[in-house]
Every structure is written in C-alpha cells, then in structure tokens.
C-alpha cells in the first residue's frame, strides 16, 4: 500500500476502512479515553454532529481538514457517532445513519477520483480491494472498468433502478462493464454494508449512561424531524416513507387489526401484509412483533417465514400482491376513494403518503 | 400402478442401483437428502423422506441399494447441519441450479399437443441457448457446467463453483432476470447516437440507434438479420413472418415490407444499421425478444435450499436415468436412447390407456387393456408412467 493511503488526512474521508481502524487502534487511544478525556471533546461533538446530519441532511458532510490533529479528530468521531447510535437502539436510526455515511464517502470519493492524475485509479484500486471487489480498468482507459458479474450482482441486486439491472448491462464472458461514476456507486454499497455490520455494537449500559447528553439531543433531534414529517419518519431508498400506518390501504388495516386482536388471518392474508410491510420498510423483527398475538403464534416458524418472503440478507424478495390478486383470495374489503385510482396496495400507500406531505408543506 | 407391478418395478430400480456407477456430488456429507420410495403411498401420494443426511457416500450407496428409491434428490445447498430442520440447517452456500422444464417452454394449452418426443426436442433446443448464454454472457467454463437429461421432460444445469456458492436469491433471480430478459429496458439497451457499422465505418447521423450492452447487441444483430429476410423473401413469405408479430396486421406487413425492400433500406441493412425510419421497429423487437431469450424455471434458481435430482439416479415416473451429458455430446444427445438403463427382455404387460413411445429407434404401440409382450425397458416406461401394469 502507498503510503498517503495510511495518513490520517486521507483515512479520515474514509474512517470505516481497516487501515483506519488500524490506525485508531494503534495510536493508542482507549475506549475510556475517548468517552471521558478532556482531549478528545471535540472528536466526541463531532461524532454528535456525524449522526445528526445523518438525521437532518441524509448525507454525513466531508470536513475541511488542513492538519493531522484535525485528521485525528474526524477519525475518532467516527467510532464515537457508531457508539452514540448503538445506545439510542433505534434500528431506522441505524439504518439511516449507515446510508448516510456511505453517502458522504461516495461524494468524497467521486471528488478523489476526478483529479485527472494517477491517483485516480489508485485510489478505485485501494477501495477495491478493500471490499474485496476485483475490478479492472479496460486497457487504455480510465473511464471505463470491468468486474465479474458475481461482484457485480453482490452489490447491486439491493438497487432498484432499472438500470443496474444485469440484463441491461453489458455482460461479457462473465465480465460487466461499468463506467468508473458507476462502479463509485458501487463502491458506495460496499460501504454501506461495511458501515451497517456489527451495529448496533454491543455497548455496555454504563458507557452509554455516560454518554447520555449527547444521546438525549440526538434523541430530541430524531423526535423533531420525525414531527416534521409526521408519523413517517425517514425516506429511504425505497422511496417510500418508513411505516405511516395512517395511510395504509383498508386491505392491509384490516389484516393488521386482525393480527392485533389475535383473530386468525388466511396465509394469504399473512403473506400480503408482510410483504406489503416489508415493501414500505420494515424489518423482519418489527413484523414478527406483529405476529405475537396471533392465536398459533410460533416464534421460528414465524421468523422463517419472514426472512424467506424478504428473502436472504434482508432484501425484500417478494412484493406484495396486487388489488386484483388481493381480491381473488378475499382479501379485499372494499374501496375507498384512493383504491379507486390504484390497482395496487402499495401504490395506494404512495399516493396517500403524497396527498398526506402536500397537505403538511402548504399548511 | 397395482401392488405387483410396484413390486417388480422397485426391483429392477433395485437391480439398476445394485450395479449402477452412482455419481457422488461434491461435499455429499454437507448436503441435504430425500428420497421418495416405492412405499404403500406411492405412486398417489409421493411422501418425500427428506433432512436425510450421509457421512460417507458409501453409506449413501448403501442406501440407494437398500430402498431403491422411485426419486432421489439432494440439496443444491451445503449445510453445516444438513440433517437439522431447516432454520437450523447452517447454509453455507449452494450450486447454481438451472431447471428448464417442457411445462415452462411452452403454454400449458400447447403442451397436449406435443408427443413426448417433440417436447424432448423443444427442451433440449431451449437448453443449448441456456448453455450459451452461460458460456458467452456468464463465462463460464464447459467444464464448470454439468449439464442433466431430468430423466422426464427437461434438463438440469448444475454449477458448483466456489464463484458462484455464496450467491444469494436476489442475486440468482438476476441472473434469471437474465436469462429470461425480464425487466429488459428497451430505451436503455437502444440509444440514439453514432454506431459502428459492419463495414467498419462510422454512421455518421446521431438519431441512428444504437445497440448497448449484450442484449441490446444480441437484439440489434437478430433485428438486422430479420430485416435481411424480410427484404429477401417472396412477399406473401415475408408477410406471413411479420403477421407472426402481435400488433401487426396485414397492411402494416405490407408497408414494412415496402420499406424495406427499398434499395437505401436494403443498404443500410446491409451495412448493419437500422433506420429508426422503419415502422412498429419496437413490436418487431418485442416479438424477436422472445425468440432469443431463455426459459428456465425461476423458483429452481433462486431457491437456495432446493432439493434437486441426483444425477445417475432413476425417475420413478419414466425409469430413464436422470442421466448426465457432456456438453460437447449434448447435440448428439437423445434422451430416448441414451438415458435407458433397462435391457430388453421381454416382459408381459396390460395396458391401461392407449400409449406409445419410440425408445432406442423402436416405435411401440400398445392399446387400452390389450396383452403385450414388450422390451424390459419399454415395458418399465410404460408402467412408470401408469399406463400399464404387469400381467
């Protein structure tokens, strides 16, 4: 590895790299001291600060950094805001943060790899093999790169767009070819992956005791951004805003009563609910909370179901079923204004959610 | 299928396996096993025996030699604990699975009007493309795709590299998605700009359309050549071609026809270009989709923990063997021949139902309760597939 790759400056835009975590490890600084030193403090606000951009902007912000010391600084916030997170135990929050951060990088990174010089393709090269992507420049360009198709489909079968779809990619004897502004993007959900494992960490109560005046205005800060957008909480990838019950289709309420008051629903009906929650966002352990009070509730069974209708690693695997399957199995109960312009539940939810912002925009 | 006939089916499957050279998967002990036995439930019910596990492929030969199964599957999944229930199995990876099956090549209305024989014909042409796109598109190596008669109506592809072990279902639907060009953008594998034309020169214009990617190349390629033909043929010929198109009818025919029959049309089709000039271009393309994509089942891929055929084993509905095939014999490859394990002594049988099949070149007939006396491996088609018993 050369060696800008190992100084602070550089690893500090990229803090969840292992040469990072490295050098936080080999500099000697202990857990202890970077909760309760006086010297770190301002590492401690900026890792409140990572999070709550992370809250407000959806993207953590690249610092201007001249000095080592302030390298240092914006390397420790980094383990300091996944502390931070982990404490507050709110999964979305996590989510959130993880996408934000990776967002953060890939703006950095699309920057550290436009300078029109060598480090370019260095740099795609360091992060490469830091995922443990192979990828190539095609010969006599720096534009353009290949992968194989397995790294490929690793990092992109969780995006939606058409696009990176690898029926419309080029695919050639097992080799996809992207340009360079595309395989950041890939790089981008590396990171992701990278920053969401392990968290939330395991911290020990009295640390985030400790810790808890930063937590407690992060907490403020989520509470009021959340008000903004009512009940909705974030947008996300999947363009959908997180879990607004009031704007759920009256197929989906009605099952969802049922479940809450223990009424025994069809497997139809249990198939449709949860693929339609996981399509707006939720996890698997919120829909199993769901599923406690059903009368034949099993706790595995339950689980095993979930995770197959969302498919492995989490991705959702199934969509949920259209108005028209929804009422060959009887799961329709009825219209109402909105079921008359969609012929699907999910797009019932999209609209109202639509309907339901405008109304909170012009207020 | 009567409890004699069972019997004697059972024990020649139990002859077949007492000699037969079984082919062990990779990581046989990590895999998941179930069988299906001539039991008293058969063939009503098919119970299938599965979590079944084998620390040795001794132990597992044993087995097949012991219960002559009528249908013997494995995991295309490793487990840590492949006789565990599934939550708790521990999977650790699995072969990529293709299954190409006559039920899915072609419409359930159009699958009674094939003989058996043509369907073998049908799938077998479905997976040479299959194989292509997975040496061409995937890369992958010959000697990394083990190709399977199904020992019924289709094949299997097994792919048991370590490249492709750790996919997931998301990741093997796209490689379905692929397969079957399902979400296939036709804006993005067809833009306008300049294209290189066959000639080697540069089309200059920049509204021409041009090909992106490997599908949008396999399409344009396909395109050119049926213009090529439609600017070729006797007029009623090229008609009757596009009126195959949804959305076309005569008088659209006969103006594509037109147009491309015109000489500057004709050159630049020549030269490889397509006019965006050239009428319904986009139904034309929708129509040649179809022709050149794949058809595997979806469900068989993406199930990281399916159950699929042991190759070598016997198909207790037809007792031809699920029989492996080198890619480079698979054109040579008849299914009808070459995975009959049976002799040909004879064996006296009734008919339940009118039936026929043509098995190594012999054509056999036999009519609803008539006395035959058949070829051993004739006679176990027959009853294997329910249509007679033993008299």
Not at chain 1, 293 to 299: G, K
Not at chain 2, 73 to 95: E, F, Q, R, V
């Amino acid at each position: 590895m050369t060696d800008w790759c190992a100084e602070p400056v550089h690893l500090c835009l990229y803090p969840f790299l292992s040469a990072a975590s490295e050098y936080v490890e080999e500099s000697g600084i202990t857990l202890d001291d970077l909760i309760h030193s006086g010297t770190y403090r301002y590492a401690r606000s900026r890792g409140k600060e990572r999070v709550i951009e992370a809250i407000k902007d959806g993207k953590v912000r690249k610092q201007a950094i001249i000095s080592n010391a302030q390298a240092e600084t914006e390397l420790l916030s980094y383990p300091f805001a996944r502390i931070l997170v982990s404490c507050i135990e709110d999964e979305r929050l996590v989510r959130r943060y993880a996408i934000s951060e990776a967002k953060g990088a890939y703006e950095t990174l699309l920057e550290d790899s436009s300078t029109g010089s060598s480090l370019d393709t260095d740099i795609i090269y360091e992060m490469s093999e830091e995922f443990g992507i192979r990828v190539d420049f095609l010969p006599g360009e720096r534009e353009q790169v290949q992968m194989p198709f397995v790294d490929y489909l690793r990092f992109t079968a969780n995006l939606r767009d058409k696009r990176w779809k690898l029926v419309n990619r080029e695919l050639e004897k097992g080799k996809v070819k992207l340009r360079k502004s595309e395989f950041i993007r890939i790089i981008q959900e590396a990171m992701y992956e990278r920053i969401k494992k392990d968290l939330p960490l395991d911290v020990p109560a009295d640390i985030c005791k400790a810790i808890s005046g930063y937590t407690e205005s992060i907490k403020k800060e989520l509470e009021e951004t959340r008000k903004k957008f009512g009940d909705a909480g974030f947008d996300f990838e999947s363009g959908y805003r997180v879990k607004d019950p009031g704007c759920f289709p009256p197929c989906m309420s009605h099952i969802l009563n049922n479940l809450k008051e223990g009424v025994n629903v069809p497997h139809s009906a249990r198939f449709a609910v949860t693929a339609f929650l996981l399509n707006v966002g939720l996890t698997e352990d919120e829909i199993i909370e769901i599923y406690k009070n059903s009368p034949d509730f099993d706790a595995d069974r339950t689980r095993y179901q979930v995770e197959h209708i969302a498919g492995d690693k989490g991705g959702v695997r199934y969509t949920a079923p259209s108005c028209a399957t929804m009422r060959t199995y009887g799961n329709c109960v009825g219209n109402d204004e909105v079921c008359e312009k969609v012929s699907h539940p999910l797009s019932y939810y999209k609209l109202k959610l639509k309907k339901k912002r405008k109304k909170v925009e012009y207020k | 299928m009567n409890e004699k006939t069972k019997r004697f089916v059972r024990s020649k499957f139990e002859e077949y396996y007492r000699r037969a050279k079984i082919e062990i998967p990779r990581e046989s002990w990590m895999r998941e096993w179930g069988f299906v036995l001539f039991d008293q439930y058969f063939p009503e019910k098919m119970v299938m025996r599965r979590h079944k596990s084998f620390a040795t492929s001794k132990d597992l030969v044993n087995y097949l030699r012991e219960n002559a199964p009528a249908h013997a599957y494995h995991s295309a999944a490793i487990y840590k604990y492949p006789s565990a229930t599934m939550a708790n199995k521990g999977w650790l990876g699995a072969d990529l699975i293709f299954d190409l099956d006559a039920d899915h090549v072609i419409s359930e209305a159009e699958l009674s009007k094939y003989s058996y024989e043509d369907l073998l014909i049908l799938v077998k042409k479905e997976t040479m493309k299959l194989v292509h796109f997975l040496l061409d598109d995937f890369g992958f190596r010959a000697d990394d795709i083990e190709l399977v008669f199904s020992g019924s109506r289709g094949y299997h592809l097994h792919i048991k590299t370590e490249e492709v072990r750790g996919l997931g279902s998301r990741e093997r639907r796209e490689i379905v998605d692929y397969l079957t060009a399902a979400g296939l953008d036709m804006d993005r594998i067809f833009v306008k700009g300049k294209i290189r034309t066959l000639d080697g020169c540069v089309g200059k214009e920049s509204t021409l359309l041009k090909p992106i990617g490997s599908w949008g190349k396999r399409l344009y390629r396909e395109t050119i050549d049926f213009f090529q033909k439609i600017s070729e043929v006797e007029e009623d010929e090229a008609v009757e071609e596009l009126r195959k198109i949804k959305g076309i009818g005569d008088k659209r025919a006969r103006e594509i026809i037109r147009i491309a029959k015109e000489e500057k049309q004709k050159e630049e089709i020549k030269r490889g270009i397509l006019s965006p000039d050239i009428p319904m271009l986009e139904k034309i393309r929708d129509h040649l989709k179809a022709k050149i994509k794949d058809t595997p089942d979806e469900p068989v891929t993406s199930d990281i923990k399916r159950l699929i055929r042991l190759p070598t084993s016997l198909h207790g509905k037809s007792s031809l063997e699920v029989k492996p095939v080198r890619i480079e014999a698979f054109k040579d490859f008849d299914p009808l021949e070459d995975a009959v394990v049976f002799g040909d002594s004879p064996v006296e049988i009734s008919a339940a139902r009118n039936s026929s099949i043509e098995m190594k070149g012999e054509r056999y007939e036999v009519e609803a309760s008539e006395i035959a006396s058949l070829p051993e491996h004739v006679a176990l088609y027959f009853m294997c597939k329910g249509a007679a018993e033993i008299k």
